[in-house]
């Protein structure tokens, strides 16, 4: 089979879905100039989302538009991902997705990464319990005030209580996000709970 029908036949797959097409660039862009397999793939599953954030206003989109399984399922099981092919898991809000735990079992075996905002945090930890995820990636934009305020919604709880539950099973990863509502403090705050609790730690610079 040529570069161009396996990578055709992908981008069908994510294409199905009108709110996801830019995962149909993404593999024809990024990951697809050089090799016939995938080293990683971002599925955007949904745009749905339960967060507020000031610095991305998905939330705020309609219609709502969610990826199917099925196309999920058609394009994990194209001949351009193998074995070793890692995943990432979002949104919006992963657990926003109608259909979240079929999902989940689809990926069963596979090596990915979810992302959620840990807003549903017994849900969260439910799921994460339940099928064994192994990767978890969380925002924690500064203190519990600044939280607040840049995601408006008071859940900086919610993300804490998950790291600290489920570290002993998953590995935690938590993102930062540099913008005009924190600080040079709020920076330091997240990073020191990440070294104290020996969590994976990064960052992201909001642009406008």
Not at 18 to 47: E, F
Not at 55 to 77: G, N, T, Y
Not at 188 to 200: L, P, S
Request: net charge positive; glycine share 6%; hydrophobic share 35%.
């Amino acid at each position: 089979m040529s570069y161009k029908t396996v990578g055709s036949r992908i981008k069908q797959g994510c294409m199905q879905t009108p709110g996801i097409k830019d995962l149909a660039y993404v593999l024809h862009g990024k990951y697809w100039m050089n090799t016939r397999k995938l080293k990683n793939i971002m599925l955007y599953v949904t745009n749905r989302c339960n967060s507020r954030c000031k610095h991305c206003l998905i939330w705020a989109k309609r219609p709502f538009e969610d990826l199917s399984v099925e196309a999920m399922k058609h394009i994990i099981e194209s001949d351009s991902v193998h074995k070793a092919t890692t995943f990432g898991l979002e949104g919006g809000e992963f657990f926003e997705h109608p259909e979240y735990e079929e999902i989940l079992r689809l990926f069963k075996g596979r090596d990915y990464t979810l992302l959620t905002n840990g807003i549903r945090a017994d849900l969260v930890i439910e799921m994460a319990k339940k099928h064994k995820i192994k990767k978890i990636n969380m925002s924690l934009d500064g203190t519990k005030e600044t939280y607040k305020y840049m995601r408006g919604v008071d859940t900086y709880e919610n993300v804490i209580r998950i790291a600290l539950e489920l570290k002993s099973q998953s590995e935690i990863f938590l993102t930062y996000t540099f913008s005009p509502w924190n600080s040079l403090s709020d920076y330091e705050h997240v990073k020191k709970f990440c070294e104290d609790n020996n969590f994976g730690f990064g960052y992201n610079i909001y642009q406008n």
